[in-house]
T-cell receptor, first 113, second 113 residues
């Protein structure tokens, strides 16, 4: 079945450091790919998405590029802030029909000043 | 718009008790789903619904029942609570179509003793 694998955390960075969180997937066909973020004590919210190969999703300084050849969707940010401390989830869904999201296990990021 | 609302925020149950977690959305979304979040496990799908009167099982449906009598509401019932159901529960909704954003509620933290 479809699955998502994320790098395990926690990840601890200093403010203004470069961030990469790796995400790879296994799926039939051409899924849509998402990054969701969960701030402490809250539900998840969409950070960015890409729906076809070579698409780049971006939001709030975060970027991820849909790489079909490597089945990857790595999340990057050039300069993290303390306010970026959260849990980040990579997810996919098939584009056909009305299928559920499949989530990775999440990566906790802590940014220290 | 209130978005997706969940009640209660916190609940403690004794083994064998039953209860219903409430979920409502005011965005006229046809697709709704329930997830549970456990440490190191990410989010796992319990049940989902593509419209009123239609429900389907997710990855971990055992011990949970759902029904969907209206577009707005999607309650999750625990018939006989077990300690293994201690978790944080999230409800989510979206428009029809897999590539669209899911909106999550704030979660219900359930402890079964």
């Amino acid at each position: 079945g479809d699955s998502v694998t994320q790098m395990e955390g926690p990840v601890t960075l200093s403010e203004e450091a470069f961030l990469t969180i790796n995400c790879t997937y296994t799926a039939t066909g051409y899924p849509s790919l998402f990054w969701y973020v969960q701030y402490p004590g809250e539900g998840l919210q969409l950070l960015l998405k890409a729906t076809k190969a070579d698409d780049k999703g971006s939001n709030k300084g975060f970027e991820a590029t849909y790489r079909k050849e490597t089945t990857s969707f790595h999340l990057e940010k050039g300069s993290v802030q303390v306010s970026d401390s959260a849990v980040y989830f990579c997810a996919l869904t098939r584009n056909s029909g009305n299928t559920p999201l499949v989530f990775g296990k999440g990566t906790r990021l802590s940014v220290i000043a | 718009n209130a978005g997706v609302t969940q009640t209660p925020k916190f609940q403690v149950l004794k083994t064998g008790q039953s209860m219903t977690l409430q979920c409502a959305q005011d965005m006229n979304h046809e697709y709704m789903s329930w997830y549970r979040q456990d440490p190191g496990m990410g989010l796992r799908l319990i049940h989902y619904s593509v419209g009123a009167g239609i429900t389907d099982q997710g990855e971990v449906p055992n011990g949970y029942n759902v029904s969907r009598s209206t577009t707005e509401d999607f309650p999750l019932r625990l018939l006989s609570a077990a300690p293994s159901q201690t978790s944080v529960y999230f409800c989510a909704s979206r428009v029809q179509g897999s590539s669209y954003e899911q909106y999550f509620g704030p979660g219900t933290r359930l402890t079964v003793t």
